[in-house]
Nanobody
């Protein structure tokens, strides 16, 4: 399994960025893709996920209403549109895959539930 993130960068408070995750190298069509982030000195935090089977999504309270996750199953890509960014959103953002996973509750963002991870992309929000 290979996951490659793109789209990180630097923006000012209130700005927007769109991250993309390209997944490849696996034969099954039933999976969940999650987006996580890790700020310096903090634990990795799950922020959003989406199920490939029916498109169900889940968002952490910290990003609900500001971030939107979407997917294109034919291309095996998952995007994260991030609006109204805040300095506290500054972190390295990772996408991850859970084989045969399903995204619908807070537990769907458990770091330990994911099987493969991308290399991460830096997002920096300045005030």
């Amino acid at each position: 399994v290979q996951l490659v993130e793109s789209g990180g960068g630097s923006v000012q408070t209130g700005g927007s960025l769109r991250l993309s995750c390209a997944a490849s190298g696996f034969p099954f069509d039933d999976y969940a893709i999650g987006w996580f982030r890790q700020a310096p000195g903090k634990e990795r935090e799950g922020i959003s996920c989406i199920s490939s089977v029916n498109g169900t999504t889940y968002y952490a309270d910290s990003v609900k209403g500001r971030f939107t996750i979407s997917s294109d199953n034919s291309k095996r890509t998952v995007d994260l549109q991030m609006n109204n960014l805040k300095p506290e959103d500054t972190a390295v953002y990772y996408c991850a895959l859970e084989a045969y996973g399903f995204c619908w509750v807070k537990a769907s963002l458990d770091v330990d539930g994911y099987d493969a991870w991308g290399q991460g992309t830096q997002v920096t929000v300045s005030s």
